[in-house]
């Protein structure tokens, strides 16, 4: 199918691509326990086709910045074609859309019948347009926020208007452009950034909501980054977005939490065993989401490392 895929999409054929976004039931991810959230843009089948294989917890099928306008029909049914494709994955698959007045609206509608595990709505503003926005969005898929206009920060605390609207991402660029804020001051000493970070934690923490810490646009300054994860960690972040595999790699060795990691694996041989005896060898549960043998298999190793 993937050469097929890629045909299409080479072709510009969007007809074509659209016959082979078919709806399929998934097996929703519901964990909440992601450290590394990897964007991809959902124009590039190559980054699409390996997502199993990929390392970061989280997913984020973009569809916003860096897809061109040209090209945001053609991601779109890309997206629900992968989508369809991974009716179970260990990933939490989130589509970030575009901002609401911009083709988002449309977007939820036409992803709901796709079910992502979740929603993320950039350049968002008022509580009000999160109510929206939960009106629109099928009842099981998570509803996710991008903070980074000055209006919602200033409402940060009120927009998580209900349980499924559980995660806010930091979008510090956008942020600080629209607050008038120049970038130079996203130093690791900087006392406006620090109090970002702190008050976008506290805040978040308080609504209990999952705060993920802000994307690092200099992916090759690995040095850099870090010493932004080892201090959002000692300030009480455990994700940050990323846009690289090594990133990934580094955000999930840094937010390792070693005895919740314990308790996970525990917890994960001990459903997998009880449902192996049932003859099922694959299924979601709603604390750490798709689990299979691979994923046993990975948690009896990590058990057998401790003893």
């Not at 190559?46 to 984020?60: G, V, Y």
Request: include cysteine; charged fraction near 30%; proline fraction near 3%.
């Amino acid at each position: 199918m993937i050469d097929e895929i890629i045909k299409s999409y080479e072709a510009r054929d969007l007809e074509a691509l659209d016959r082979l976004a078919v709806p399929k039931y998934r097996e929703l991810n519901k964990t909440k326990k992601f450290r590394s959230a990897l964007m991809l843009s959902c124009n590039n089948i190559k980054h699409l086709s390996k997502i199993e294989s990929l390392e970061a917890d989280c997913i984020m099928l973009n569809l916003e910045d860096g897809v061109s306008k040209e090209e945001k029909p053609f991601a779109l049914a890309l997206c629900a074609i992968f989508l369809s494709r991974l009716q179970k994955c260990d990933k939490k698959l989130v589509v970030r859309v575009n901002a609401l007045d911009e083709g988002g609206y449309d977007e939820i509608t036409y992803l709901n019948q796709f079910m992502p595990d979740a929603i993320r709505i950039p350049k968002i503003k008022t509580a009000e347009e999160v109510r929206a926005v939960h009106a629109l969005v099928q009842d099981e898929i998570e509803i996710h926020l991008s903070i980074e206009t000055a209006e919602a920060w200033n409402n940060l605390a009120e927009l998580s208007v209900n349980k499924r609207v559980n995660t806010f991402y930091m979008g510090i660029l956008d942020l600080f452009a629209d607050m008038g804020l120049s970038q130079g001051l996203i130093q690791l000493e900087n006392p406006t950034m620090q109090y970002m970070l702190s008050h976008f934690l506290i805040t978040c923490k308080s609504i209990r909501v999952k705060p993920v810490s802000f994307v690092f646009q200099e992916f090759r300054d690995l040095d850099t980054f870090t010493k932004w994860i080892e201090l959002e960690k000692s300030m009480g972040y455990d994700a940050k977005g990323c846009i690289s595999p090594k990133q990934v790699e580094l955000a999930n060795e840094v937010f390792v939490d070693k005895e919740e990691e314990i308790k996970r694996a525990k917890v994960i041989v001990k459903l997998f065993e009880m449902h192996q005896e049932e003859g099922i060898s694959g299924f979601v549960d709603e604390e750490y989401g798709f689990i299979d043998e691979p994923i046993y298999k990975g948690a009896l190793k990590l058990l057998e490392g401790i003893e």
